[in-house]
């Protein structure tokens, strides 16, 4: 049972601010494509915390071998997603703004890609969120032109040389085109869609970044996000790319902490999943290293009478044995590995007081012991009957 009677301010304050960094994990691990593995190291990890509880020092040593190992596997592994969550940081700390594209530049992108979709003419458009793109950017041409549609759709005419390429947006300005992304390796999610959709994904897999995509074969609108791959029609479009220029570019008073937040509500799951992780390794981590002081009854043993001899009574018979210690270890005491102990060897008959010293009280060498009350007892001891 948690001490949540002994909690103090700053204990609150601590599983509050884990319970915040948790969240926003948890959140970014939906969308990392590794999340199935972390989720299974994060089960390990469950396993390591109960045994370390229940004191397997070999298991313990073990998991301990074994978390070194996967440390450096795990940089390797998600190297993108880690520094891609680092630059998400900088990105926030530093209230980073990219210009964002005006109502114009969002009907004309609207116009042009309807106008391409009619024309069965390909096309794959990239709205930059908050997200670093350049190193996920190869080839290219920078431009520089403001949006229109007249613009985009030249520029994916099939007579222009860089038509299968991606139009990557800046604003209200085109920045590049026949730009080339990283390909989706989802099937599942691509579906019938060919390599532009593909190309979309695996950017939207990578960055927080919007792509549009027009398919020429069915000449059909799709809109990925998040590693979603959606068919839209041109009205959803539009309100969908108003809804994401706003949330991917918030206004200043809005921007950093305050965005958090706002967002919060949309992940109550994951913070509730967030909190009980917390609390529970605040009971674990925590609180079961915490110092504490225990009293409990111990029933008073009398060994090594004299041959002849026999005990006819002990008073008390009980021992209130305080004990210090981390909570974990407190907590494994009982009468199994706690006893007192009187040693009754150079007695005779009669009654005899004995004086109960931290000699006396056997106990787990992680404890203490603090306090003995009462510290004497009294015992009789009688000669046997079959002595004589």
């Known amino acids: 049972m948690l001490a949540l009677a002994a909690l103090h301010l700053g204990d609150v304050a601590d599983v509050a601010i884990v319970t915040f960094l948790l969240w926003m994990l948890i959140v970014w691990l ?33 998991f301990q071998g074994f978390f070194a190992a996967v440390a450096l596997v795990m940089i390797v592994v998600f190297q993108d997603d880690l520094r891609r969550l680092f630059e998400r940081i900088a990105v926030t700390g530093l209230r980073r703004r990219r210009p964002r594209p005006g109502p ?51 520029l994916f005419d099939t007579h222009s040389a860089g038509h299968d390429g991606a139009v990557v947006l800046e604003g209200n300005e085109v920045a590049r085109f026949a730009v080339h992304l990283p390909l989706s390796v989802d099937n599942e999610n691509l579906g019938r869609g060919g390599t532009r959709h593909a190309a979309a994904l695996g950017l939207t897999e990578r960055t927080d970044a919007l792509c549009i995509v027009v398919s020429e074969e069915r000449g059909t609108l799709s ?9 839209v029609d041109a009205p959803a479009l539009v309100q969908e790319l108003r809804r994401y220029v706003h949330d991917s570019n918030p206004m200043p008073r809005e921007a950093g902490f305050s965005r958090w937040l706002r967002g919060m509500p949309s992940h109550w799951p994951e913070g509730l999943a967030a ?23 111990v029933p008073v043993h009398v060994a090594n009478l004299s041959p002849g001899y026999m005990l006819e009574s002990i008073e008390p018979q009980e021992v209130w ?18 006893q007192v102990r009187i040693d009754a060897e150079p007695v005779g008959a009669g009654s005899h007081s004995f004086e109960i010293s931290d000699e006396s009280v056997e ?16 015992v009789q001891v009688r000669v046997a009957e079959d002595a004589g």
Not at 118 to 134: C, K, M, N, S, Y
């Open 30 to 62: 939906r969308r990392t494509r590794g999340r199935f593995a972390l989720i299974g190291l994060g089960i390990v990890f469950a396993l390591y915390l109960v045994a370390q509880q229940l004191g397997l020092q070999l298991t313990v040593w073990l």
């Open 104 to 154: 114009d530049a969002v009907e004309s992108v609207a116009r042009a890609v309807s106008a391409l979709a009619e024309a069965r003419t390909g096309a794959l458009v990239v709205i930059p969120g908050r997200d670093l793109l350049d190193r996920y950017l190869e080839g290219g041409v920078f431009l520089r032109g403001r949006v229109s549609a007249p613009l985009l759709e030249s």
């Open 223 to 231: 809109v990925a996000r998040n590693g979603r791959l959606d068919e």
């Open 275 to 297: 909190t009980a992780i917390a609390v529970w390794m605040w009971a674990v981590l925590v609180d079961a290293e915490a110092d504490v002081e225990m009293a409990f009854a």
């Open 321 to 338: 044995i305080t004990l210090s210690g981390s909570r974990r270890e407190v907590n494994r005491a009982n009468p199994a590995n706690v």
């Open 363 to 378: 106990h787990p060498s992680d404890v203490d012991v603090v306090a003995v009350a009462p510290g004497w007892v009294e």
